[in-house]
């Protein structure tokens, strides 16, 4: 009987898949586009943007540049601690005591700066990307106004859609003439918030 219920279930699985790939393979039909309703892709724009493309450069290479500012200071507390354990009952107590507090202010002191170049990073990419989306803005609007759309949907939440109702190809070419890249950035510091009142 288990068996029989294993074929069975191997022979549904074979059947499934057959068809999924049947229905892979069979391309969509879509019905006429839908006069006024728009789907924009705005994250694929971003993403293909050439402002976005130098945006996601510009912050690999400022994660790079805060990992090797920390490396160095990661290095000497590992060695610390080794050199510590490795030492074993060889130390006094006071000596040992002393050292490990030094060193659990050099991890605490260690951990804060990481945490604020953390999120420096994190303000810096939040800043640049508020400066791509307010250059895409206007483009979106005009793109949205040739086209006579009366809504624009986010392609996102649309499972499927005649590709004629797409503006996101519009949009990027728009965008990649009018902001082809952002301007020079370096790592932001993050403002400091006032207590409020």
Do not use: W
């Amino acid at each position: 009987m288990k068996t029989l219920t294993t074929g069975a279930f191997a022979l549904a699985a074979m059947v499934f898949a057959g068809a999924a790939q049947a229905q892979e393979q069979t391309p969509i039909q879509h019905g006429a586009p839908i006069q006024g309703v728009c789907v924009l892709n705005l994250q694929a724009v971003f993403a293909r943007s050439t402002a976005g493309q130098g945006l996601a450069t510009r912050l690999g290479e400022l994660q790079r540049e805060v990992a090797s500012e920390l490396a160095p200071y990661e290095q000497a507390i590992q060695s610390e601690s080794q050199a510590l354990n490795q030492a074993g009952d060889s130390l006094a107590a006071a000596d040992r005591q002393q050292r490990t507090q030094a060193l659990q202010q050099r991890f605490n002191e260690f951990q804060q700066l990481a945490q604020q170049r953390g999120q420096e990073l994190e303000y810096t990419e939040i800043m640049q990307r508020r400066a791509l989306s307010e250059a895409a803005d206007p483009v979106v609007r005009n793109v949205y106004q040739q086209r006579g759309c009366s809504i624009l949907l986010d392609r996102q939440s649309v499972y499927s859609l005649n590709p004629q109702m797409d503006i996101s190809e519009a949009v990027l070419q728009g965008l990649n003439s009018q902001l082809p890249a952002l301007p020079a950035f370096n790592r932001m510091p993050v403002p400091v918030q006032q207590p409020q009142q």
